[in-house]
T-cell receptor, first 115, second 113 residues
Framework: DQQVKQNSPSLSVQEGRISILNCDYT??????FLWYKKYPAEGPTFLIS???IKDKNEDGRFTVFLNKSAKHLSLHIVPSQPGDSAVYFC??????????????WGLGTSLAVNP | GAVVSQHPSRVICKSGTSVKIECRSL??????MFWYRQFPKQSLMLMAT?????????EQGVEKDKFLINHASLTLSTLTVTSAHPEDSSFYIC?????????FGPGTRLTVT
C-alpha cells in the first residue's frame, strides 16, 4: 500500500517556465515532508522540506506547498532550468518500530526541462 | 550541505561470497544511519535503520542475517551482504541524519555473478 503517491511518472517543461510536481499521502500522522532530487546512479540530494504546521516553505527557485486537509503537497520550481532535469522524490517522515524517524518515499517524477 | 560518502562505488562479486559496504558522514555526527536499496525504475526501499552502538531495526521482509549492519561510531555504518546471490544485485544507498533531513551517499552498485 503506497502511503506516499506521486501520480505523474514524468513531466516535461520548457526552460524558464514553472515546474509543478505533485505528491499525495494517506497517513495523517506524517508530520514532516521532504523533496529530494536524484540523478541516475547517484544518491538523492535534499532539496527542501516542510513541517506539517506550515503551508508553505520557499528556498530560492523552490517552493513547497502543503495542503493538510487534502493530504497533498507540491513542489514548484520557477524558473525551470535544464539542470533541473532529474527524478524528484517526495518523502514523508514517520517513526519506525525502534522509534527512529524514517522516510516513506513516493515513486518519483522524472522532470525534463527542455531548452 | 552535509556530506556522506560510500565505499566502494561499485563492486562485482561471485555468488556465495560476502561484500561489505561502508557509509561515512564526513562533516557531521550521524545519530542515525539508514540503508536503502533501489531496483531499476523503482523507488527507494528502506532496508534498515541503525543507531550508533545499538542493533539495527530492519524493515519487514529484510533478512537481518543476510544483511548485517554495524554502526560502530557516529560517523560510520557498514552493510555486509552475506552469501550474496545474483538476486542481491542492486543499487545500495545509505543516508545519515543528525536531525530531520537525511543526507545520502552516492550509492554502491553491487553485481553478483
Amino acid at each position: 500500500d503506497q502511503q506516499v503517491k506521486q501520480n505523474s511518472p514524468s513531466l516535461s517543461v520548457q526552460e524558464g517556465r514553472i515546474s509543478i510536481l505533485n505528491c499525495d499521502y494517506t497517513n495523517s500522522m506524517f508530520d514532516y515532508f521532504l523533496w529530494y532530487k536524484k540523478y541516475p546512479a547517484e544518491g538523492p540530494t535534499f532539496l527542501i522540506s516542510i513541517s506539517s504546521i506550515k503551508d508553505k516553505n520557499e528556498d530560492g527557485r523552490f517552493t513547497v506547498f502543503l495542503n493538510k486537509s487534502a493530504k497533498h503537497l507540491s513542489l514548484h520550481i520557477v524558473p525551470s532550468q535544464p539542470g533541473d532535469s532529474a527524478v524528484y522524490f517526495c518523502a514523508a517522515s514517520s517513526f519506525n518500530a525502534g522509534n527512529n524517524r524514517k522516510l516513506i518515499w513516493g515513486l518519483g517524477t522524472s522532470l525534463a526541462v527542455n531548452p | 550541505g552535509a556530506v556522506v560518502s560510500q565505499h566502494p562505488s561499485r563492486v562485482i562479486c561471485k555468488s556465495g561470497t560476502s561484500v561489505k559496504i561502508e557509509c561515512r558522514s564526513l562533516d557531521f555526527q550521524a545519530t542515525t544511519m539508514f540503508w536503502y536499496r533501489q531496483f531499476p525504475k523503482q523507488s527507494l526501499m528502506l532496508m534498515a535503520t541503525s543507531n550508533e552502538g545499538s542493533k539495527a531495526t530492519y524493515e519487514q521482509g529484510v533478512e537481518k542475517d543476510k544483511f548485517l549492519i554495524n554502526h560502530a561510531s557516529l560517523t560510520l555504518s557498514t552493510l555486509t551482504v552475506t552469501s550474496a546471490h545474483p538476486e542481491d544485485s542492486s543499487f545500495y544507498i545509505c543516508s545519515a541524519t543528525g536531525g530531520l533531513e537525511q543526507y545520502f551517499g552516492p550509492g554502491t552498485r553491487l553485481t553478483v555473478t
